[in-house]
C-alpha cells in the first residue's frame, strides 16, 4: 500500500485555502505534545484503565513526550522508514498513544486494527496495508493475541516485526518494554511526517456496508476539534471517551489531549459500572459515547448512584439518540446532552450546541460546524449540480431547488460533506485501491447517511442508504426505532429488513425485552401514537438477549439479519 498513500494526497489549492483560514497548520499534533511538555511537563495528559492490573495509570505531557520520542527510536532502529505502515491492535491502555505519536515522529503510518477484528479480518488488514510492523498484547481478553500473530506472520512477507505489549518470550516478538517506558537508544535519525502527509490509516466500522480503510493526516485530524461544544469553556476539564483509541473517536481524543491540554480518560473495560466510578473518581466534565452505551450507563447509574456533579456535558456519538434516552441521560448522568454526528471519514462535524432547548438533541443533530460545508440531495439523486450549503449558526441555504421547500415537505436527503476535516482519501480493503479522494467531486463525499431538516435551520438524521428498508417507499429506521422503545417492556430495538411473501422487503423488529412483544399490539401502538403509514409497522418481532455490538457499540446489523435468516 505504501505505492499508493505515495499518490494519497490534498490539492495544493485546498490546502492553500485551509492555511488562510486558520484550520490547517504547518505543525503536527506531535509538535502540539512537544509544546505542551515544554510548558506545562507536570501536568495529566492522560489516564488509562487497566482492568488485568486493576489500576489506574496517569502519563504527564513529560512523561507521554519522553516515552514517544524513546518509542520512535526504537522503530527506526527495527528498520522502519518513511512512509511504512506499523498496525497497532492493542487495549486503550497507555502504551497505544505511545505508540500513535512515535510512529508520527518515526515518519510511519499508524494503523490502528479494532479488537473486534478475528484473526481472518486481522490477516486480511495486515496484508493490504503491507505492514512492516504490528504491535499487540500477549494476551487480552482470553485470547492469545501474541501466539496469534506469531501463526500468521509466515504468510504475511512484509511482516518485519511483532511488538508484543507483555510477555514476548514465548512467541519470539519484541518486547520494547525499556523503549516504551521511556529509555532511549541510539537510532538513525529519521525524518518525521509533516502535517499534510497520510499518518493514519483507520478502518470504517463496517456495521452497514462495507468497510474500508480511510487515510487521514494530522490537519485533517486535527481540523474538526473546534467544534460548538468549545463554548463550554475548558478551565478544570478531564475528558473521557468510552470509543477505543483505536477507532477514529478515541484518536481524536488523543488530540483533543495534545492541542487542548485537556486530560483525558480512557479504559480498557467495557463495564458500565467501572466507567461510572471511573468518572465519578477522576472528575470527568465532558463524556463522549454512543447512545447505546449511554442506555448501560443510565442503567447503572440508576442501580447505584455515583457523584457525577462535576459532569458539564454529555456527547452521544455514533448513532441516533432516542428522546426517551434523552430524558434518562438528562435524569441521571448530566443535563446538558449534545447529540453529535460524525463518521470515521470525517470529524464530528455536525452537532446541537449547549445553547438548544433540552430536548432538542433527540430530534436534531444540529447544525454543522463552522469548518464544515454540507450539500443535501434527494435521496436517489446522484447528479452533484444540485447543494445546499450550510455553515454553523446559519439556516442552510439552497442553491438549486433543494432547500425551502424540501424542509416544508419533511423531504429525506441524501447527505453530502466538505471540508478540512474530511479524509484525504478511502481505500479498498482488499486491494488498497483508492475508492474516493478529493479530487473526486470537487472534494464532496457522499456519507451515505440520509437527514431532512429540523424545522430550526439544522438537520435530523433519517437513517443510512445501506440500512434503507422498504422498496416500494422509504421508512425511516431511526423514526421507528425510537417509537419502539416507547412499547411497554422494550429496552432497545433495531429495525432489520425482511422479505415478505410476495418478494417485497419489509420492516422487520429485532428487540430487547423482557417477554415476546405480541406484533398486533406492537403495531397498533405505533399506529395509534405516531400515525405511521402502513409500511412503516414491523411484520415480524424477535426477541433477543443482546445485540452483536462493534466496540464503538454500534449495532453490527448484517449479523443480526443473518441470524435471523437462519433462524426462521
Same mark, same amino acid.
Given at each position: 500500500?505504501?505505492?499508493?498513500?505515495?499518490?494519497?494526497?490534498?490539492?495544493? /489549492?485546498?490546502?492553500?485555502?485551509?492555511? /488562510? @483560514?486558520?484550520?490547517?497548520?504547518?505543525?503536527?499534533?506531535?509538535?502540539?505534545?512537544?509544546?505542551?511538555?515544554?510548558?506545562?511537563?507536570?501536568?495529566?495528559?492522560?489516564?488509562?484503565?487497566?482492568?488485568?492490573?486493576?489500576?489506574?495509570?496517569?502519563?504527564?505531557?513529560?512523561? %507521554?513526550?519522553?516515552?514517544?520520542?524513546?518509542?520512535?527510536? =526504537?522503530?527506526?532502529?527495527?528498520?522502519?522508514?518513511?512512509?511504512?505502515?506499523?498496525?497497532?491492535?492493542?487495549?486503550?491502555?497507555?502504551?497505544?498513544?505511545?505508540?500513535?505519536?512515535?510512529?508520527?515522529?518515526?515518519?510511519?503510518?499508524?494503523?490502528?486494527?479494532?479488537?473486534?477484528?478475528?484473526?481472518?479480518?486481522? /490477516?486480511?488488514?495486515?496484508?493490504?496495508?503491507?505492514?512492516?510492523?504490528?504491535?499487540?498484547?500477549?494476551?487480552?481478553?482470553?485470547?492469545?493475541?501474541?501466539?496469534?500473530?506469531?501463526?500468521?506472520?509466515?504468510?504475511?512477507?512484509?511482516?518485519?516485526?511483532?511488538?508484543?505489549?507483555?510477555?514476548?518470550?514465548?512467541?519470539?516478538?519484541?518486547?520494547?518494554?525499556?523503549?516504551?517506558?521511556?529509555?532511549?537508544?541510539?537510532?538513525?535519525?529519521?525524518?518525521? %511526517?509533516?502535517?499534510?502527509?497520510?499518518?493514519?490509516?483507520?478502518?470504517?466500522?463496517? &456495521? &452497514?456496508?462495507?468497510?474500508?480503510?480511510?487515510?487521514?493526516?494530522?490537519?485533517?485530524?486535527?481540523?474538526?476539534?473546534?467544534?460548538?461544544? @468549545?463554548?463550554?469553556?475548558?478551565?478544570?476539564?478531564?475528558?473521557?471517551?468510552?470509543?477505543?483509541?483505536?477507532?477514529?473517536?478515541?484518536?481524536? @481524543?488523543?488530540?483533543?489531549?495534545?492541542?487542548?491540554?485537556?486530560?483525558?480518560?480512557?479504559?480498557?473495560?467495557?463495564?458500565?459500572?467501572?466507567?461510572?466510578?471511573?468518572?465519578?473518581?477522576?472528575?470527568?466534565?465532558?463524556?463522549?459515547?454512543?447512545?447505546?452505551?449511554?442506555?448501560?450507563?443510565?442503567?447503572?447509574?440508576?442501580?447505584?448512584?455515583?457523584?457525577?456533579?462535576?459532569?458539564?456535558?454529555?456527547?452521544?456519538?455514533?448513532?441516533?439518540?432516542?428522546?426517551?434516552?434523552?430524558?434518562?441521560? @438528562?435524569?441521571?448522568?448530566?443535563?446538558?446532552?449534545?447529540?453529535? +454526528?460524525?463518521?470515521?471519514?470525517?470529524?464530528?462535524?455536525?452537532?446541537?450546541?449547549?445553547?438548544?432547548?433540552?430536548? +432538542?438533541?433527540?430530534?436534531?443533530?444540529?447544525?454543522?460546524?463552522?469548518?464544515?460545508?454540507?450539500?443535501?440531495?434527494?435521496?436517489?439523486?446522484?447528479?452533484?449540480?444540485?447543494?445546499?450549503?450550510?455553515? =454553523?449558526?446559519?439556516?442552510?441555504?439552497?442553491?438549486?431547488?433543494?432547500?425551502?421547500?424540501?424542509?416544508?415537505?419533511?423531504?429525506?436527503?441524501?447527505?453530502?460533506?466538505?471540508?478540512?476535516?474530511?479524509?484525504?482519501?478511502?481505500?479498498?480493503?482488499?486491494?488498497?485501491?483508492?475508492?474516493?479522494?478529493?479530487?473526486?467531486?470537487?472534494?464532496?463525499?457522499?456519507?451515505?447517511?440520509?437527514?431532512?431538516?429540523?424545522?430550526?435551520?439544522?438537520?435530523?438524521?433519517?437513517?443510512?442508504?445501506? /440500512?434503507?428498508?422498504?422498496?416500494?417507499?422509504?421508512?425511516?429506521?431511526?423514526?421507528?426505532?425510537?417509537?419502539?422503545? &416507547?412499547?411497554?417492556?422494550?429496552?432497545?430495538?433495531?429495525?432489520?429488513? +425482511?422479505?415478505?411473501?410476495?418478494?417485497?422487503?419489509?420492516?422487520?423488529?429485532?428487540?430487547?425485552?423482557?417477554?415476546?412483544?405480541?406484533?398486533?399490539?406492537?403495531?397498533?401502538?405505533?399506529?395509534?401514537?405516531?400515525?405511521?403509514?402502513?409500511?412503516?409497522?414491523?411484520?415480524?418481532?424477535?426477541?433477543?438477549?443482546?445485540?452483536?455490538?462493534?466496540?464503538?457499540?454500534?449495532?453490527?446489523?448484517?449479523?443480526?439479519?443473518?441470524?435471523?435468516?437462519? &433462524?426462521?
Amino acid at each position: 500500500m505504501t505505492g499508493a498513500l505515495d499518490a494519497v494526497g490534498p490539492a495544493p /489549492e485546498a490546502a492553500r485555502r485551509y492555511r /488562510e @483560514q486558520g484550520w490547517w497548520r504547518d505543525t503536527t499534533f506531535s509538535d502540539s505534545l512537544r509544546c505542551a511538555a515544554r510548558q506545562e511537563p507536570k501536568s495529566t495528559a492522560l489516564l488509562t484503565w487497566r482492568r488485568r492490573e486493576n489500576r489506574l495509570v496517569r502519563l504527564s505531557f513529560a512523561e %507521554l513526550d519522553l516515552r514517544a520520542d524513546a518509542v520512535a527510536e =526504537a522503530l527506526r532502529g527495527l528498520g522502519v522508514r518513511r512512509g511504512e505502515v506499523v498496525a497497532c491492535r492493542l487495549p486503550s491502555w497507555w502504551e497505544t498513544a505511545v505508540l500513535m505519536v512515535a510512529c508520527l515522529r518515526a515518519g510511519a503510518v499508524v494503523a490502528p486494527l479494532p479488537l473486534l477484528f478475528g484473526p481472518y479480518e486481522t /490477516e486480511r488488514a495486515l496484508a493490504t496495508t503491507g505492514a512492516v510492523a504490528c504491535a499487540v498484547p500477549d494476551e487480552w481478553g482470553g485470547v492469545p493475541h501474541a501466539r496469534v500473530l506469531a501463526e500468521q506472520a509466515s504468510r504475511l512477507p512484509r511482516l518485519r516485526h511483532r511488538i508484543i505489549i507483555g510477555d514476548a518470550s514465548d512467541t519470539g516478538g519484541v518486547s520494547l518494554r525499556a523503549s516504551f517506558n521511556g529509555e532511549r537508544v541510539a537510532a538513525e535519525r529519521g525524518e518525521p %511526517l509533516g502535517p499534510d502527509a497520510v499518518c493514519a490509516l483507520l478502518f470504517s466500522s463496517g &456495521t &452497514t456496508g462495507r468497510s474500508h480503510i480511510v487515510a487521514h493526516s494530522s490537519n485533517t485530524l486535527l481540523a474538526g476539534l473546534d467544534d460548538r461544544a @468549545q463554548t463550554l469553556g475548558s478551565d478544570g476539564r478531564v475528558c473521557a471517551t468510552t470509543g477505543g483509541l483505536n477507532y477514529s473517536s478515541g484518536l481524536r @481524543q488523543l488530540m483533543r489531549i495534545l492541542e487542548l491540554r485537556v486530560p483525558a480518560l480512557y479504559s480498557d473495560c467495557r463495564d458500565p459500572g467501572r466507567w461510572l466510578d471511573l468518572i465519578a473518581d477522576t472528575g470527568v466534565t465532558d463524556v463522549r459515547t454512543s447512545p447505546r452505551k449511554l442506555r448501560t450507563l443510565t442503567d447503572e447509574q440508576r442501580r447505584r448512584p455515583r457523584d457525577l456533579s462535576r459532569l458539564r456535558v454529555v456527547h452521544s456519538l455514533a448513532g441516533p439518540l432516542p428522546p426517551v434516552l434523552l430524558t434518562a441521560v @438528562q435524569e441521571t448522568l448530566c443535563p446538558v446532552v449534545l447529540n453529535t +454526528w460524525g463518521m470515521t471519514e470525517t470529524s464530528s462535524l455536525i452537532s446541537t450546541g449547549p445553547a438548544d432547548p433540552a430536548h +432538542w438533541a433527540g430530534h436534531s443533530i444540529g447544525l454543522p460546524h463552522i469548518c464544515a460545508q454540507t450539500r443535501l440531495l434527494p435521496e436517489t439523486e446522484t447528479d452533484a449540480e444540485t447543494q445546499t450549503k450550510a455553515s =454553523a449558526g446559519s439556516r442552510p441555504r439552497a442553491e438549486a431547488g433543494v432547500g425551502a421547500a424540501a424542509e416544508r415537505s419533511g423531504e429525506v436527503l441524501r447527505l453530502w460533506v466538505r471540508g478540512p476535516q474530511v479524509c484525504l482519501a478511502t481505500l479498498d480493503r482488499d486491494t488498497g485501491r483508492v475508492l474516493w479522494s478529493p479530487a473526486h467531486d470537487d472534494g464532496w463525499l457522499d456519507t451515505g447517511d440520509l437527514v431532512s431538516h429540523d424545522g430550526s435551520g439544522g438537520l435530523r438524521f433519517v437513517g443510512r442508504v445501506a /440500512e434503507r428498508i422498504g422498496d416500494r417507499w422509504l421508512i425511516p429506521v431511526a423514526d421507528v426505532e425510537h417509537a419502539l422503545l &416507547t412499547y411497554p417492556g422494550i429496552r432497545d430495538a433495531v429495525l432489520v429488513p +425482511w422479505t415478505d411473501p410476495d418478494g417485497h422487503e419489509v420492516p422487520c423488529a429485532i428487540v430487547i425485552s423482557t417477554t415476546l412483544p405480541h406484533l398486533p399490539a406492537l403495531r397498533a401502538h405505533l399506529r395509534a401514537r405516531y400515525g405511521f403509514h402502513e409500511s412503516y409497522l414491523p411484520v415480524r418481532v424477535a426477541r433477543v438477549d443482546a445485540f452483536p455490538l462493534t466496540e464503538l457499540g454500534k449495532v453490527r446489523r448484517r449479523v443480526l439479519a443473518d441470524r435471523l435468516r437462519t &433462524t426462521q
